[in-house]
């Protein structure tokens, strides 16, 4: 069943999960009791788009305000990163100390 909003003129608005055919009838405030009429009071959930834009629309709106950390379980690094990765280092040590990445990026100056 579809759930519907409902705005009760004492308490505010609920929601109710109703049949169809019944979506304009009032419907009782849970908190109060007072028959409560329909109401929009926020937009529509369409999935008219495809299932990898909604998420990477969803990405980019956590990312806005929540952006995803080190510390969080589950995080990962980026490919090159020689903490998460398992693979053979990329990197080439002199005797110095000095570092280089000749297969990265040969015009990059080593920190």
């Known amino acids: 069943m579809p759930l519907y909003e409902y705005a009760c003129g004492d308490c505010g608005?609920?929601?109710?999960?109703n049949p169809m055919s019944q979506y304009r009838e009032p419907q009782p405030c849970p908190a109060?009791?007072?028959l409560a009429d329909?109401?929009?009071?926020s937009a529509p959930a369409l999935a008219?788009?495809?299932a990898a834009k909604?998420?990477?629309?969803a990405t980019n709106e956590r990312s806005a305000h929540m952006p995803r950390t080190s510390a969080e379980p589950g995080a990962r690094h980026g490919a090159g990163c020689s903490c998460c990765s398992t693979g053979k280092s990329n990197v080439?040590?002199?005797p110095d100390g000095s570092k280089a990445f000749p297969t990265?990026?040969?015009w990059m100056i080593s920190h």
């Open 13 to 17: 608005g609920f929601t109710a999960s």
């Open 32 to 34: 109060c009791g007072l």
């Open 38 to 41: 329909r109401a929009l009071l």
């Open 48 to 50: 008219t788009m495809s």
């Open 54 to 57: 909604r998420s990477a629309h």
């Open 92 to 94: 080439v040590t002199a």
């Open 104 to 106: 990265k990026r040969p």
